[in-house]
């Protein structure tokens, strides 16, 4: 059985406990800490819940009260629940990660995307939006005709977004969404911490809690938002430096006198030899400039004969000292 079965079946699970009075206060923390575990957890629960509303919409609107001998209320909903389990687990058969299919109908499509450590790839929607993903990144995406979505899963991906009236575009990362207001911005997702960077027009940061929107921010272009921890932290800056921000969208890095710790750090998203800073001093080191991102080889050979940092280099690793 999939991952995507997996989710559709323990979705159905806790809805019909929901509804048939077998829930709890375990109960609900168990729902929490299953959603909480991926995009995937939570895409299959709110989809289910939702067919679920609409099934009981549906049935009071044609059926109004239960005659004697009529299934009830709960069983009836729990053959909808169950076939749109069986209709969710129709879908994934066949998919693949990389290019999945036009599938559930003509109206609706998904896709996934990813690169490898030190790829870069440039995607264009059915809907004339443009993705570009940065290193070691990977995002899904589902289109229909009333909404658009993607799941940034891991890694960074800069989105320009087509304009497209009463059809939001929606970006899942972890348990934070983005809603678009505009049109072109980047995300970068670690773990639950999110970076996002808005080049022009405006977009809406949510944080989720089981589902539902806690704390919200508008961010602007030229803004730079950074959410961790449960807190949202909104920079104002002006828009050059957010293109430097979007350097790797030409395969480039540009630091303003970081520390050198960092600068390691960001080199080591995009190549598989890793810089190693040895000890405090050089890691305090300042770095301004901007610099090839693919080539650590040539920027720690400035760090030699620039300002003398002693350099070792092996198979696996570039070792920097003071």
Known sequence: MSRAQQANDRAAAFIIAQEDGN????SQAQLGAWLAESDGNKAAYWRLKHSWREA??????????????????????RWWVWASVAASIIIAIGGVYEQWPQME????????????????KD??????SHIQLNTASRVRTSLTAHRREAWLESGEAFFEVAHRSGAPFVVHAGDHQVTVL????????????????????????????????????????????????????VTSRSGQAVENALAWRQGMLEFNQAPLSEVAAEFNRYNKRQIVVTDPDAAGFRIGGMFPASNPDAFVRLLHDAYGLQVVTTDSEIKISS
């Open 123 to 128: 995607v264009t929607l059915s809907d004339g």
């Open 23 to 26: 829930w709890n206060s375990a």
């Open 182 to 233: 505009g049109t072109k911005f980047s995300l970068r997702r670690e773990g639950n911490n999110l970076k996002v960077a808005v080049l022009e027009g405006r977009v809406r940061v949510d944080e989720l809690k089981d589902g539902r929107p806690v704390r919200s921010a508008v961010i602007e272009g030229g803004d730079i938002a950074i959410a961790e921890d449960s807190a949202l932290f």
């Open 56 to 77: 009981d919409r549906i049935s009071a609107l044609g059926h109004g009260r239960a005659e004697p001998g009529q299934a009830s209320r709960p069983a009836r909903r």
């Open 105 to 120: 109908s003509p109206s609706q499509q998904m896709a996934g995307y990813q690169t490898a450590v030190g790829g870069l």
